[in-house]
Nanobody, 117 residues
Framework: QVQLVESGGGLVQPGGSLRLSCAAS????????MGWYRQAPGKERELVAT???????NYADSVQGRFTISKDSAKNTVWLQMNSLKPDETAVYYC???????????WGQGTQVTVSS
């Protein structure tokens, strides 16, 4: 069974920074994509950033240049550094692992990020 455990959410002022962490455990392929998604109240879940097992990254246009995704493959951990946060980025942030061999998705429980003065 695969588990994803997120941490690092909280309350931050507009323009501030937060760093989210996600640790994966269990059995999954080393050929995978890990990423972060977010869901604001009343809105659909949207992609924020992904990083593939080879290290290439992908970002939503809205966060390009402000957010950075990184990982430690040996520790099966991925981070999302979020800078210059905006109030409309208040959402629950979810960690995702896509196993490309099994074509299966796993989700964390989510961590709340609130951007407010």
């Amino acid at each position: 069974q695969v588990q994803l455990v997120e941490s690092g959410g909280g309350l931050v002022q507009p323009g501030g920074s937060l760093r989210l962490s996600c640790a994966a455990s269990g059995r999954f392929s080393s050929v995978n994509v890990m990423g972060w998604y977010r869901q604001a109240p009343g809105k659909e879940r949207e992609l924020v950033a992904t990083i593939i097992s080879g290290g290439s990254t992908n970002y939503a246009d809205s966060v390009q240049g402000r957010f950075t995704i990184s990982k430690d493959s040996a520790k099966n951990t991925v981070w999302l550094q979020m800078n210059s946060l905006k109030p409309d980025e208040t959402a629950v942030y979810y960690c995702n692992l896509h196993d490309r061999v099994l074509n299966r998705d796993y989700w964390g429980q989510g961590t709340q990020v609130t951007v407010s003065s």
